[in-house]
């Protein structure tokens, strides 16, 4: 199951693009627009199929070859690219790479 990683760290695309994730950046650009922001870790071949939150979610790929399905759109975004996730819609998240991939991921925070 994945986790929390450094809030400090600048995380490289295992050599398949120049793109690095500032994390703290992230973290920072995310909490303004009321959002939590944590790292996830998934070993290769891991899915997690049709779930929903009720909570709108922003995720983003650092790392590895990581596939989201979003209310039925396949989407495999580049490193550091954020997609946005509207409470209970369906998606899926997949790890299709042959190494371990590292995504964030944040909920809308209640105010």
Known sequence: MGGE???????A???LSS???????????????GFSCDIWT???GQTWEDYT?????VVMTM??????????????PPVGEELFIPAGIVHSVRNR?????RWL??????R
């Open 5 to 11: 990683g450094s809030a400090s760290q600048l995380v």
């Open 19 to 33: 793109c690095m994730v500032d994390v703290n950046s992230v973290r920072s650009n995310w909490r303004s627009r």
């Open 97 to 101: 790479g042959r190494t371990t991939c």
């Open 42 to 44: 998934d070993p290769p």
């Open 63 to 76: 790392d590895g070859d990581v596939e989201f399905e979003i209310d039925g759109k396949v989407l495999r």
């Open 105 to 110: 991921y944040g909920y809308k925070i209640a």
């Open 13 to 15: 695309n295992n050599g």
């Open 53 to 57: 939150h009720t909570a709108d979610e």
